[in-house]
């Protein structure tokens, strides 16, 4: 059987590496498949590598540090702290903050187009 050669749109189109860069990352810190030059500007990755080397990632990311892991103790702790409404207490509203632009009272008179303006002055 001969093999499928993966370029890099393929490694891309799998979700493996999204740019150049990162693929050149992950050969350089993570052992990823150099591949092979097919032709003289056509590098392809042997589909079996890719799949191989896959296979070898682990499943779950590192543990936690600095502010991603206090970031993430808090998200815990306020998912498990019982609310008011928990506590049988009345329950208010909470007002979300809009997005910018969100709220304001539109304009009193619609801008000018350039277009308006030039014939405004060709005729005044």
């Known amino acids: 059987m001969s093999k499928v050669w993966w370029r ?17 990352r992950l050969q350089k810190l993570y052992g990823f ?31 936690l540090r600095g502010e991603a892991k206090r970031r993430h103790e808090r998200k815990l ?16 509203l909470v007002e979300r903050p809009q997005p910018h632009g969100a709220g304001k009272t539109p304009r ?4 000018k187009r350039a277009a308006d303006a030039a014939t405004e002055a060709a005729t005044a």
């Open 33 to 63: 498949p150099k591949g092979r030059m097919l032709s003289a500007n056509i590098r392809g990755f042997d589909s079996e590598e890719v799949i191989a080397w896959e296979q070898t990632r682990p499943i779950a990311g590192p543990e």
């Open 108 to 111: 009193s008179r619609p801008r």
């Open 8 to 24: 890099f749109n393929d490694i891309k189109a799998r979700g493996i590496a999204k740019s150049r860069t990162q693929l050149n």
């Open 77 to 92: 702790k306020a998912d498990t702290e019982p609310t008011q409404a928990d506590a049988g207490q009345e329950t208010s």
